[in-house]
C-alpha cells in the first residue's frame, strides 16, 4: 500500500486523493452534480485513521507535518475542482473542511499513539468513523438551512395539489384533516403565504408578492386584476407549465387534477409574451441555471416571444420581465415544485438538496428573504 511507504509527502497524497474520491463518489458530489467542498466532511475520519494507523511510529513533527501536506492536498484539489467546475470560490466551505481536517486528523494520531490493545484500537477507530459520520451530518443540514423568514404574506394562487385530502369518503378525509404539499410546507417556512381562490376577493397587499403556478382557467376579471396588480408597481412569479407532468391523483378528466397545459395563454398574449410547446427533447429533467440557482425542470416550454425589456435565462425557458411599473418572474414550468426534483433522497439530509428551488423562489418573493450559511456549488451543466 502506497500509505505504508516511509515518504510523507506520498502519504499525504495518497491520504488526500481518498478523500477527494469519498467526496465525489460517497459524498455525493457526482450524483448530485455539486462540487461543495463541504460534502466531504463526514468522510474525513476514515482516511485520517487510516493515516494515523500507517504512520503510528513515525516521529512527532514528521506525523504533524504530513497531516499538514494531507491538508493542503485536500483544499488545492477541492478548490481546483470547484475554480474548474462551478462559478463561484468555495472559500467558506474550504475553512470548514480545514478545520474538520484539523481536529479528526490529529484526534486520529491520539488515538493511534495511545497504546492499548489491537482489538480495542480499532473498535474505537470504528465508534470514531461512525460518530463523526453521524455528527457532520447532523451538523451540514443547519448550515445549509437558511433562518425562518417573515415579511409580507404572498398571496399565491394554483390549480396544483399543494392542499389535499385523502380518504374512501367525506368523513374519512375530515377526520384526517388536509395535508400539505413538501413545496408549500418549504414556502411557509420561508414566509408566510396566503393561498386563494380569487385575488379578485383576495387581493394581495401593495407591497407583497403575487405567485401564480399552474392555475386553473381563470375568468375575465381575475386576469384583469392580475395584470392590473403587475402594472401598478406589483411583483409576481408566474410559472406557466407548456405539459405538467405533476402526478395525478385522480382519473383523467378529473377536474381536481392540475390543468395539463397553461390556461394562463390570454394574459400572457397581452404582455406580448408566447410560450411555446413542449418538444420530444424538452420531455426530460433540465437543469437550468439561474442568476447562480439551480433549477431543475422537467417538461419545459420556451417563451417563443418576449416584450422588449426582458431578459431571457436558460434558453428562454426563464423570463424576468418589467411589464408595467411591476417586475415578473416567468417559469415556463410548474413541475419544478415537485419534491422529487429539488428535496434530498433523504428528508433528514437537507443539505443534500438537488436544486435550489425552493430558496429561489423565496428570493423573489420576500425582500431580504434569509440565506443560509453555506450555498451549493452547482457544476456548469457545460462541464459535468
Known amino acids: 500500500m502506497i500509505l505504508r511507504r516511509e515518504s510523507p509527502v506520498l502519504r499525504a497524497g495518497a491520504a488526500a486523493a481518498i478523500v477527494l474520491c469519498l467526496a465525489w463518489s460517497l459524498g455525493g458530489q457526482a450524483r448530485l452534480g455539486r462540487i461543495d467542498p463541504a460534502l466531504a466532511l463526514p468522510l474525513l475520519a476514515f ?21 499538514g501536506a494531507a491538508l493542503g492536498v485536500i483544499l488545492f484539489g477541492q478548490a481546483l475542482l470547484a475554480l474548474i467546475l462551478s462559478v463561484r470560490p468555495p472559500w467558506l466551505q474550504l475553512g470548514l473542511v480545514a478545520l474538520g481536517w484539523i481536529v479528526i486528523a490529529f484526534a486520529a494520531d491520539a488515538l493511534f499513539q495511545w497504546r492499548r490493545g489491537r482489538v480495542v484500537t480499532f473498535l474505537l477507530a470504528a465508534v470514531v468513523t461512525l460518530g463523526w459520520f453521524v455528527g457532520s451530518h447532523a451538523l451540514l443540514p443547519t448550515l445549509y438551512r437558511p433562518a425562518p423568514g417573515a415579511g409580507a404574506p404572498v398571496t399565491m394562487l394554483t390549480g396544483l395539489p399543494l392542499r389535499w385530502s385523502e380518504g374512501p369518503d367525506l368523513a374519512a378525509m375530515l377526520a384526517q384533516g ?24 383576495h387581493p394581495p397587499a401593495p407591497e407583497a408578492a403575487l405567485l401564480i403556478a399552474h392555475p386553473r382557467a381563470l375568468a375575465p376579471q381575475e386576469l384583469v386584476a392580475i395584470d392590473g396588480f403587475v402594472r401598478g408597481g406589483g411583483r409576481a412569479v408566474i410559472l406557466a407549465d407548456a405539459l405538467t407532468g405533476w402526478p395525478m391523483r385522480h382519473p383523467i378528466g378529473d377536474p381536481r ?31 437550468a441555471d439561474v442568476d447562480g440557482a439551480r433549477l431543475q425542470l422537467f417538461t419545459v416550454g420556451r417563451f417563443e416571444r418576449l416584450p422588449p425589456g426582458c431578459r431571457a435565462y436558460a434558453d428562454r425557458r426563464v423570463a424576468h420581465c418589467r411589464i408595467g411599473r411591476g417586475d415578473v418572474w416567468l417559469v415556463g414550468d410548474a413541475d419544478l415544485l415537485f419534491e422529487p426534483l429539488w428535496a434530498p433522497d433523504t428528508r433528514w439530509a437537507t443539505h443534500l438538496r438537488k436544486a435550489d428551488t425552493m430558496e429561489w423562489l423565496a428570493s423573489l418573493l420576500w425582500d431580504d428573504a434569509p440565506r443560509a450559511l453555506l450555498q451549493p456549488l452547482w457544476i456548469r451543466p457545460s462541464a459535468s
Do not use: F, K
Open 47 to 67: 482516511p485520517a485513521l487510516l493515516l494515523a494507523w500507517v504512520q503510528r511510529d513515525a516521529a512527532p513533527a514528521v506525523r504533524r507535518r504530513t497531516i
Open 178 to 201: 388536509v395535508n400539505e404539499d413538501p413545496a408549500l410546507v418549504r414556502l411557509r417556512a420561508a414566509g408566510p403565504v396566503s393561498l386563494v381562490d380569487s385575488i379578485v376577493d
Open 257 to 287: 387534477n392540475p390543468p395539463l397545459t397553461s390556461l394562463l395563454t390570454p394574459l400572457l398574449d397581452h404582455w406580448g409574451v408566447t410560450l411555446g410547446g413542449v418538444t420530444p427533447t424538452d420531455r426530460r429533467t433540465i437543469p
